[in-house]
């Protein structure tokens, strides 16, 4: 019997400050009800602003994880993003033993931070408790597997709800001069997220010789903001790089309309996918992006875009020089291939594989 309501777990969700904290989530809950399949959520909606805030928003979300486990009857419960609930869903899984799905995302697995890390050995146990793993990439599922030392539980491929193929498409270019190259960022202004890398590398472009300006394209927020603007002063940029702040993800294709590039340079080794480089090579923007974690699931070198090594200014540099010399075909080569490795990763291709597969696992659980 197919699924038909399901208790959706996460810390991260989208609010009216926030919108695109936790979207990913929130284009999961809607996939499933597109579906057929209702979803209870205990989730942390948006980014708390201070230590007690956090502590606050943390202190109801356990509480409601506790009632809703312990009173409610689920089928299947899916937790998305695990490091943060799962000594709590270790101490509730003694008391109710339902289809447990534990979704990995990031540093739940490589962790980023000190209370990761010890969060990590939680994790792990929770993972090998459930009857089903899933992760964003074939990068990811080799990483749990071997942090598991187990067969068990199977681990699934789904990459983070997909691209919205309807949204994200190629659209004209808004462009101002031909001789004018606009470098685009689109991420978090945080530790290891690579925007200085970006920075740095425009900064040398402009005492290059190559015959066109340079300008910089920068989306996103982040708690590294204010080192992010000293850096473009210090570098004499603040004419060069326009920073635009946080934008709702669907207004996200109408920045990927005025990039000539899209540059994903982070050295973030918990870097599960990257779906935004999806998005833009979607939008028929040519990406060139770091050889590191779930982003080599996409980008081929020479082939679906560029590739570079992390945090290394002068290689970005170079790939982007590469990518300018290149023949006119051999970039619609690119780009044309770009758009079609989007399209593998369609969000309704993404849901639909993604629910048969709980379907079908869900099923196989019941007659056991």
């Keep these: 019997m197919p699924l038909s309501k399901i208790l959706v777990v996460s810390n991260m969700f989208p609010s009216e400050g926030h919108?695109?904290?936790?979207?990913?989530?929130?284009?999961?809950?809607?996939?499933?009800?597109?579906?057929?399949?209702?979803?209870?959520?205990v989730v942390i909606k948006g980014r708390g602003r201070s230590a007690p805030e956090k502590i606050a928003k943390y202190l109801v979300f356990y509480f409601r994880l506790c009632i809703y486990l312990l009173f409610k009857e689920y089928e299947l419960v899916y937790i998305h993003y695990v490091a943060?609930?799962?000594?709590?869903?270790?101490?509730?899984?003694?008391?109710?033993?339902?289809?447990?799905?534990?979704?990995?995302?990031?540093?739940?697995?490589?962790?980023?931070t000190k209370?990761?890390?010890?969060?990590?050995?939680?994790?792990?146990?929770?993972?090998?408790?459930?009857?089903?793993?899933?992760?964003?990439?074939?990068?990811?599922?080799?990483?749990?597997?071997?942090?598991m030392k187990t067969d068990k539980p199977e681990i699934l491929v789904s990459a983070s709800s997909g691209v919205n193929s309807a949204l994200f498409l190629p659209l004209e270019k808004k462009h101002q001069e031909p001789n004018i190259v606009t470098l685009g960022y689109v991420s978090r202004i945080d530790k290891e997220k690579g925007w200085d890398t970006f920075i740095l590398a425009i900064q040398k472009l402009k005492k290059r010789d190559t015959g066109y300006t340079i300008k910089g394209l920068m989306v996103g927020t982040g708690a590294e903001l204010p080192q992010l603007r000293s850096l473009i002063e210090d570098c004499n940029l603040a004419n060069d790089i326009q920073l635009v702040g946080e934008v709702p993800n669907h207004e996200l294709p109408a920045y990927f309309a005025q990039m000539d590039v899209?540059?994903?340079?982070?050295?973030?080794?918990?870097?599960?996918?990257?779906?935004?480089?999806?998005?833009?090579?979607?939008?028929?923007?040519?990406?060139?992006?770091?050889?590191?974690g779930g982003i080599t699931d996409y980008v081929k070198h020479e082939y679906t875009g560029l590739l570079v090594d992390p945090g290394n200014e002068e290689d970005l540099v170079e790939k982007i020089i590469l990518w300018k010399s290149f023949p006119e075909g051999q970039k619609q080569q690119i780009i044309r291939a770009g758009i079609e490795m989007s399209h593998?990763?369609?969000?309704?291709v993404v849901s639909k594989a993604l629910i048969d597969q709980l379907n079908q696992r869900f099923d196989a659980y019941q007659r056991r």
């Design 19 to 41: 919108k695109s904290f936790g979207i990913f989530v929130q284009k999961f809950v809607f996939q499933m009800g597109h579906h057929g399949i209702a979803c209870d959520l």
């Design 84 to 112: 943060h609930v799962a000594p709590l869903l270790l101490v509730l899984k003694l008391f109710r033993k339902p289809f447990f799905v534990c979704n990995f995302h990031g540093g739940d697995l490589i962790p980023d």
């Design 115 to 147: 209370n990761e890390e010890l969060l990590l050995p939680f994790s792990l146990q929770l993972a090998r408790k459930s009857q089903l793993c899933v992760v964003p990439s074939h990068y990811y599922k080799r990483v749990l597997a071997e942090r």
């Design 262 to 292: 899209f540059i994903f340079p982070t050295r973030r080794s918990s870097e599960s996918l990257g779906l935004v480089g999806l998005e833009a090579m979607a939008c028929g923007v040519p990406v060139i992006a770091s050889e590191i």
């Design 344 to 348: 593998s990763f369609d969000m309704k």
